[in-house]
């Protein structure tokens, strides 16, 4: 059974070229020590708007580049969600 687990990934901040995003990246979040590229970004309501493409800048200030999943621009936290396989039991 899967799980999804919720981690706050930060609020928007404005397009880029080619109409990419960028996200103001969660201080609290170390993104060197887990792998966070490819995963969706839901908002608050639980909509998927985007899929990280790399996280930049250095880890105390760090920027996450997105593409959008859909055209207007999200409001409020914005959260990357963790699929999380579950155990099999025997």
């Given at each position: 059974?899967?799980?999804i687990k919720l981690v706050e990934a930060g609020r928007f901040y404005k397009k880029t070229l080619k109409d990419k995003w960028i996200?103001?990246?969660?201080?609290q979040i170390?993104?060197?020590k887990q792998e966070y590229t490819g995963k969706v970004i839901l908002d608050e309501k639980g909509n998927r708007v985007a899929k990280i493409l790399?996280?930049?800048?250095n880890v105390?200030?760090?920027?996450?580049?997105?593409?959008?999943?859909?055209k207007r621009e999200p409001s409020?936290?914005?959260f990357i969600e963790i699929v999380e396989k579950g155990r099999r039991r025997r």
């Open positions: 059974m899967k799980q996200i103001f990246g969660n201080k170390d993104f060197s790399d996280v930049i800048g105390k200030a760090p920027y996450i580049l997105a593409y959008p999943l859909t409020g936290k914005l």
